[in-house]
């Protein structure tokens, strides 16, 4: 296997509804992110996490989003109150410790918020 | 302003055409540049990784890095249909304690048989 899963792959939403979107690294990976690419953008930085430090929080557009990272592994993007702006794709990364180490991206959720 | 620009495009070239792709960054402390390709409805994926200002090649694809102006580009020879899809540009500051990866807005490239 082993790339990053992301989990779903698509979701559609209601407006004020909360998701929660998964992401599953490659094992051994210590460093985690978080992107929104919304259509015709770039990749938007949200959240990195890396091994036991604090995450870096400064992408993160508002209050309604934050992620958790449990044991050092699988990731959980969660949206509270979800607004049209927020349809977007949500892609993650992982890579080793390191600057000089590729990461690698999963495959993204589509969210769609309507 | 943002850190990194791209131009968008979309850039439409002929099969066999030499592609120019670039982005600008304002950052002086980005060290590390990579290239990213993604096809439709898939992950970013790793292209070229350079570090030090200069040129570097793998196969049809050249990255170059002028740390002095600011500047980055990835050069594509003999461009092929396979070639479409959306490349961006990404950077970051490198460190062990510094891994955020700064992208630009990608440029749209479409390679016609």
């Known amino acids: 296997g082993a790339g990053v899963s992301q989990s779903p792959s698509n979701k559609v939403t209601e407006k004020g509804k909360d998701v929660e979107l998964r992401c599953d690294p490659i094992?051994?990976?210590?460093?985690l992110y978080w992107y929104r690419q919304s259509l015709g953008q770039g990749l938007e930085f949200l959240i990195y996490?890396?091994?036991?430090?604090?995450?870096?929080k400064s992408g993160l557009p508002s209050d309604r989003f934050s992620a958790e990272r449990t044991g050092g592994s699988v990731s959980t993007l969660t949206i509270q109150r979800t607004q049209q702006e927020d349809s977007a794709v949500y892609l993650c990364?992982?890579?080793?410790?390191?600057?000089?180490?590729?990461?690698?991206f999963g495959q993204g959720t589509r969210l769609t918020v309507v | 302003q943002k850190e990194v620009e791209q131009d968008p495009g979309p850039l439409s070239v002929p099969e066999g055409a030499i592609v120019s792709l670039n982005c600008t960054y304002s950052?002086?402390?980005?060290?590390?540049f990579m290239w990213y390709r993604q096809y439709s409805r898939k992950g970013p994926e790793l292209l070229m990784y350079?570090?030090?200002?200069g040129n570097k090649e793998d196969g049809r694809f050249t990255a170059q890095v002028d740390k002095s102006s600011k500047y980055i580009s990835l050069f594509i020879r003999d461009s092929q249909p396979s070639d479409s899809a959306t490349y961006l540009c990404?950077?970051?500051?490198?460190?062990?304690?510094?891994?955020?990866?700064?992208f630009g807005q990608g440029t749209i490239l479409t390679v016609h048989p």
């Open positions: 990364a992982s890579r080793l410790l390191g600057s000089n180490t590729e990461a690698f």
């Open positions: 094992s051994g990976h210590t460093a």
């Open positions: 996490f890396q091994g036991n430090s604090a995450p870096d």
């Open positions: 950052n002086s402390a980005f060290q590390y």
């Open positions: 350079t570090y030090s200002s």
């Open positions: 990404a950077m970051n500051e490198g460190g062990t304690s510094y891994g955020k990866l700064t």
